[in-house]
């Protein structure tokens, strides 16, 4: 099987290449992006939840964009506020007035121990350019003047949306500079050169910059709204897919120089070698990120299209731009290790000692790396799912620190009160059904047009927490048993339980039409069905595992409560389609060696020729995975951790020891229904020859 590839028999076609790439790049960066679209609720969510419904309908009400930012004053040990903090606190709630919409704000309302002052300062939130400003003055002039011992703190909605700004502030540019800076190191130790690793690295920075400029031309034609956490995972994940295809093709482009006097030809025989490896990989990868299109969750899509891209463009980098490269500067590049004809291989000798002692107990090792993987498994036994918003950041901002001294003193919904929205002639019967709710501390009527109302619910329970969302259930199901009121229930909390629903919904959708496809392009790739269905039961193994092993290092060193909603989905979808990656390295090189010798040969040969460049890419995957724990969100922490523990395994024990053992138990039997029986030879081309027929 054949794919087409870059042309660089002579150093002006490298040059050609490389030229026309500079035109290319250049061309898309002097596109202009188009505008930004802007999701139908802030959510994200289609409307077939009640919490994007009633967000729709509040923007027929005349209070539709404003929110309140609610000043939270409280003394900083805890005490009763004095007669000198309340004059305090009155007149602050004068001076903010003039940021209020309507250029008043309500007088302060105290809590019945006397610890905590709240005063409300609407905000318009039509425009979010300004609401950051905004919030940044209502601070400012309720911080002024205190007494000692009197602090400050906003939150409400406006406040923890930009804090949330605020805190990815620098966060894209500091995700680059630490992912290429682990690549650099990472790419230096495995060359042990002062010049080789400058090519691969160049190459995957463009291919980062060209995907982010991508995305931006190509997301608002689909209706695509990328934000920074999708715009993170895709910068990683471009730089971990990009490099590994380096890592794959220097590798055989090296043992061809061993081989070939002419590098030009060496290269051309890698690239057929690796080829089918690295598109049947970018295409698995591809098509798994897809599926997320088809989520319910916006941001989910945005990973999913961004992340997409950004895998094609990888591949392109890896196939056309990084050999082109690569052949320009010589065999001087590999400097000082600079590879010789006739050279003995240095790499393999570890995975082929490896190798040689598992062919020799492929029962015992395994059974034990099964039994490995099991208990590292059992670790996810009652892993929680469901982070509450105070548990959202690695460090919690003013809005956050706020929310919980409010919580201390009012009922914990009082920041984040529900809002059921019907029809004006329905209030009164909404406000009686409401208030028979089990945790509703008070109903309210509240903004009205001619067709829409609203009744504000505030709630006992801690908002995000299991609590709140039972309250937002029974609070469901008691409105909507009013004869016509058409009464749906939306606010910050059951948002985020609508979120929840969507997310576990999404996996049910998503992660099964993921095993299906990686189980296809395995079967295509391998001809076999047996090996395509052990190796995505290795996979998923590895997955568990890695679960298991995380969750115990959220819950006892990190102690984490719980997972993010999209944690388990986001985690499963990258080891499954990342961890074929590696699959595919091997399985295909044992397949192509065993035409030729047989199937425990094979991958003896195999192992002993890509364990150093799948060790070597599966720790440079797992250490950028890492690097998402430099952004503020607990959930992308979590995604990178549990993704480098997997890809870990998956490259230390399950790609280099459980699958090899497997292939020594079953020999022949691995390719089945397909025969690989030995009977064949590679032809200096590269080809696989057997029976007279290119295989």
Same mark, same amino acid.
């Given at each position: 099987?054949?794919?087409?590839?870059?042309?660089?028999?002579?150093?002006?076609?490298?040059?050609?290449?490389?030229?026309?790439?500079?035109?290319?790049?250049?061309?898309?960066?002097?596109?202009?992006?188009?505008?930004?679209?802007?999701?139908?609720?802030?959510?994200?969510?289609?409307?077939?939840?009640?919490?994007?419904?009633?967000?729709?309908?509040?923007?027929?009400?005349?209070?539709?964009?404003?929110?309140?930012?609610?000043?939270?004053?409280?003394?900083?040990?805890?005490?009763?506020?004095?007669?000198?903090?309340?004059?305090?606190?009155?007149?602050?709630?004068?001076?903010?007035?003039?940021?209020?919409?309507?250029?008043?704000?309500?007088?302060?309302?105290?809590? !019945?121990?006397?610890?905590?002052?709240?005063?409300?300062?609407?905000?318009?939130?039509?425009?979010?350019?300004?609401?950051?400003?905004?919030?940044?003055?209502?601070?400012?002039?309720?911080?002024?003047?205190?007494?000692?011992?009197?602090?400050?703190?906003?939150?409400?909605?406006?406040?923890?949306?930009?804090?949330?700004?605020?805190?990815?502030?620098?966060?894209?540019?500091?995700?680059?500079?630490?992912?290429?800076?682990?690549?650099?190191?990472?790419?230096?130790?495995?060359?042990?050169?002062?010049?080789?690793?400058?090519?691969?690295?160049?190459?995957?920075?463009?291919?980062?910059?060209?995907?982010?400029?991508?995305?931006?031309?190509?997301?608002?034609?689909?209706?695509?709204?990328?934000?920074?956490?999708?715009?993170?995972?895709?910068?990683?994940?471009?730089?971990?897919?990009?490099?590994?295809?380096?890592?794959?093709?220097?590798?055989?482009?090296?043992?061809?120089?061993?081989?070939?006097?002419?590098?030009?030809?060496?290269?051309?025989?890698?690239?057929?070698?690796?080829?089918?490896?690295?598109?049947?990989?970018?295409?698995?990868?591809?098509?798994?990120?897809?599926?997320?299109?088809?989520?319910?969750?916006?941001?989910?899509?945005?990973?999913?299209?961004?992340?997409?891209?950004?895998?094609?463009?990888?591949?392109?980098?890896?196939?056309?731009?990084?050999?082109?490269?690569?052949?320009?500067?010589?065999?001087?590049?590999?400097?000082?290790?600079?590879?010789?004809?006739?050279?003995?291989?240095?790499?393999?000798?570890?995975?082929?000692?490896?190798?040689?002692?598992?062919?020799?107990?492929?029962?015992?090792?395994?059974?034990?790396?099964?039994?490995?993987?099991?208990?590292?498994?059992?670790?996810?036994?009652?892993?929680?799912?469901?982070?509450?918003?105070?548990?959202?950041?690695?460090?919690?901002?003013?809005?956050?620190?706020?929310?919980?001294?409010?919580?201390?003193?009012?009922?914990?919904?009082?920041?984040?009160?529900?809002?059921?929205?019907?029809?004006?002639?329905?209030?009164?019967?909404?406000?009686?059904?409401?208030?028979?709710?089990?945790?509703?501390?008070?109903?309210?009527?509240?903004?009205?047009?001619?067709?829409?109302?609203?009744?504000?619910?505030?709630?006992?329970?801690?908002?995000?927490?299991?609590?709140?969302?039972?309250?937002?259930?029974?609070?469901?199901?008691?409105?909507?048993?009013?004869?016509?009121?058409?009464?749906?229930?939306?606010?910050?909390?059951?948002?985020?339980?609508?979120?929840?629903?969507?997310?576990?919904?999404?996996?049910?959708?998503?992660?099964?039409?993921?095993?299906?496809?990686?189980?296809?392009?395995?079967?295509?790739?391998?001809?076999?069905?047996?090996?395509?269905?052990?190796?995505?039961?290795?996979?998923?193994?590895?997955?568990?595992?890695?679960?298991?092993?995380?969750?115990?290092?959220?819950?006892?060193?990190?102690?984490?409560?719980?997972?993010?909603? !999209?944690?388990?989905?986001?985690?499963?979808?990258?080891?499954?389609?990342?961890?074929?990656?590696?699959?595919?390295?091997?399985?295909?090189?044992?397949?192509?060696?065993?035409?030729?010798?047989?199937?425990?040969?094979?991958?003896?040969?195999?192992?002993?020729?890509?364990?150093?460049?799948?060790?070597?890419?599966?720790?440079?995957?797992?250490?950028?995975?890492?690097?998402?724990?430099?952004?503020?969100?607990?959930?992308?922490?979590?995604?990178?951790?549990?993704?480098?523990?997997?890809?870990?395994?998956?490259?230390?024990?399950?790609?280099?020891?459980?699958?090899?053992?497997?292939?020594?138990?079953?020999?022949?039997?691995?390719?089945?229904?397909?025969?690989?029986?030995?009977?064949?030879?590679?032809?200096?081309?590269?080809?696989?020859?057997?029976?007279?027929?290119?295989?």
């Amino acid at each position: 099987m054949s794919f087409p590839t870059v042309h660089v028999a002579r150093r002006r076609h490298a040059f050609l290449v490389l030229g026309l790439v500079v035109l290319l790049v250049g061309a898309i960066f002097a596109i202009p992006a188009p505008a930004k679209v802007a999701p139908l609720v802030s959510s994200g969510l289609p409307t077939s939840y009640q919490s994007a419904e009633a967000e729709l309908r509040q923007q027929a009400l005349p209070s539709n964009g404003v929110a309140p930012a609610i000043v939270v004053y409280s003394s900083t040990d805890g005490a009763p506020l004095t007669a000198d903090d309340k004059a305090a606190i009155t007149a602050r709630a004068a001076a903010l007035a003039p940021l209020a919409v309507g250029g008043q704000t309500a007088p302060p309302v105290y809590s !019945q121990d006397g610890t905590v002052a709240v005063v409300a300062v609407p905000v318009d939130t039509s425009d979010d350019a300004k609401v950051g400003p905004k919030v940044t003055e209502i601070r400012a002039t309720a911080a002024a003047d205190l007494p000692a011992g009197l602090q400050a703190q906003v939150t409400g909605g406006p406040a923890i949306i930009t804090d949330l700004t605020k805190v990815f502030e620098g966060a894209d540019t500091t995700l680059l500079i630490a992912t290429a800076s682990i690549v650099a190191l990472l790419l230096l130790i495995t060359y042990r050169s002062p010049w080789l690793w400058l090519v691969p690295l160049l190459v995957v920075g463009i291919a980062e910059q060209v995907t982010t400029k991508l995305v931006a031309l190509l997301a608002p034609h689909f209706g695509i709204v990328v934000d920074p956490s999708a715009a993170g995972i895709t910068s990683v994940l471009v730089f971990g897919a990009a490099t590994d295809y380096a890592l794959l093709l220097i590798a055989r482009y090296r043992d061809r120089l061993r081989q070939e006097d002419s590098r030009f030809h060496a290269m051309q025989v890698a690239l057929r070698r690796t080829s089918e490896a690295i598109l049947a990989s970018g295409l698995t990868v591809t098509l798994s990120l897809l599926a997320l299109l088809l989520a319910q969750q916006e941001n989910l899509r945005a990973i999913g299209f961004s992340s997409a891209v950004g895998v094609v463009v990888a591949m392109v980098s890896g196939l056309f731009v990084l050999p082109a490269a690569m052949v320009v500067f010589g065999r001087g590049l590999f400097w000082p290790f600079v590879p010789h004809v006739g050279d003995a291989p240095r790499e393999g000798r570890f995975w082929g000692r490896v190798g040689e002692a598992v062919r020799r107990r492929p029962e015992l090792v395994g059974a034990a790396a099964t039994g490995l993987l099991v208990v590292m498994a059992l670790g996810g036994i009652g892993v929680q799912v469901g982070l509450s918003q105070n548990d959202q950041f690695r460090v919690k901002p003013e809005a956050v620190l706020g929310q919980e001294t409010l919580s201390s003193a009012f009922p914990a919904g009082a920041s984040a009160p529900a809002a059921i929205l019907t029809n004006p002639a329905s209030v009164p019967a909404v406000v009686a059904a409401a208030k028979t709710v089990d945790g509703v501390v008070s109903a309210t009527p509240g903004a009205a047009s001619a067709d829409v109302a609203q009744v504000d619910v505030v709630l006992s329970g801690d908002p995000g927490s299991e609590g709140s969302y039972d309250q937002i259930r029974a609070l469901r199901a008691a409105v909507g048993d009013v004869p016509g009121a058409d009464a749906v229930v939306g606010g910050d909390v059951a948002q985020r339980l609508d979120a929840k629903d969507a997310a576990l919904r999404d996996a049910k959708v998503v992660i099964p039409i993921v095993l299906v496809l990686v189980a296809l392009v395995l079967v295509v790739l391998l001809r076999s069905l047996l090996a395509a269905a052990l190796l995505v039961a290795t996979v998923l193994g590895t997955f568990f595992a890695a679960l298991g092993v995380s969750w115990f290092v959220f819950e006892h060193v990190l102690h984490y409560p719980a997972l993010d909603n !999209q944690v388990l989905l986001l985690s499963f979808l990258f080891l499954v389609a990342l961890g074929v990656d590696y699959n595919i390295f091997l399985a295909t090189r044992a397949r192509e060696e065993a035409i030729v010798s047989d199937t425990r040969d094979g991958m003896l040969t195999a192992l002993r020729a890509t364990g150093g460049v799948i060790t070597s890419a599966g720790i440079l995957l797992a250490a950028v995975f890492a690097v998402l724990g430099v952004l503020p969100l607990i959930a992308l922490a979590q995604v990178g951790i549990i993704v480098c523990v997997g890809v870990l395994l998956d490259t230390l024990l399950v790609r280099t020891v459980l699958v090899p053992a497997l292939a020594f138990i079953l020999g022949e039997r691995f390719w089945w229904p397909s025969e690989v029986d030995g009977q064949g030879h590679a032809d200096e081309e590269g080809h696989v020859v057997r029976d007279e027929l290119t295989v």
